[in-house]
């Protein structure tokens, strides 16, 4: 059952320094409210509906086509860099640099493959994380959510690769407008709804 809740700042403070330590020192703002119906991976797809992860159970999505993983085996980067290129367009890139006319993203993983995927925004350096079924946050540099690289660590790992596409390509799969409907619906909730933030 999805979960909605408009947590205070020091509460959401206290949860995400504690699960990503380079938020502490880090500049990050909060975009979303604590939502268990989607994760990172749909985030970064522009998608706010369902848990994306390639693995064969019901209770995640992996777009038709692709391979499915047995439940807790680890996912490989091409996982992940092969469906971004096949069924959004974005081809792998070597910079996390804002280019013009681009949209970027970032595959995080650990020695044991991948965790974590960000966004960066539309017109500027920072970059966009959905941290598990926490908020979704703004944060300055792709580095920011980084963490061990050891599993045991339950940490995202490193920013190990990046995919780029244009912008009229992301406009043909219709996510420009996804991203701005969330970031406007977003707005919406942090104005009508009482926010601590």
């Known amino acids: 059952m999805r ?4 947590r205070s700042f020091g509460l ?37 509906r369902k848990v994306w992860w390639p693995w064969d159970d ?3 999505y992996w777009p038709p086509g692709f391979a499915k993983l047995p439940v807790g085996s680890p996912a490989s980067i091409d996982d992940f860099a092969i ?12 910079t996390k640099e804002f280019e013009w006319g681009f949209q970027k993203v970032a595959i995080y993983a650990n020695t044991e ?9 539309l017109f500027g350096e920072e970059w966009l994380s959905k941290l598990g079924v926490y908020e979704d946050v703004i944060h300055s540099d792709v580095r920011d959510v ?7 660590a339950r940490e995202y790992g490193e ?10 390509r992301a406009l043909m799969t ?18 009508v709804v009482p926010w601590e933030i």
């Open 159 to 168: 920013a190990v690769q990046y995919m780029k596409r244009t912008w009229p």
């Open 113 to 121: 493959g991948v965790t974590h995927m960000s966004r960066q925004c």
């Open 146 to 152: 980084e963490g061990s690289m050891d599993p045991n």
């Open 83 to 94: 469906m971004f290129e096949k069924k959004f367009g974005y081809r792998k890139c070597a």
């Open 174 to 191: 219709a996510c420009l407008f996804r991203c701005a409907w969330a970031a406007l619906k977003f707005k919406i909730y942090r104005t």
């Open 12 to 48: 959401i403070q206290d949860d995400l320094h504690r699960m990503i330590p380079k938020l502490r020192t880090a500049q990050w703002t909060v975009n979303s409210p604590y939502d268990t119906e989607y994760t990172c991976i749909a985030w970064a797809a522009c998608r706010t």
């Open 58 to 60: 019901p209770g995640f």
């Open 3 to 6: 979960m909605i809740a408009f």
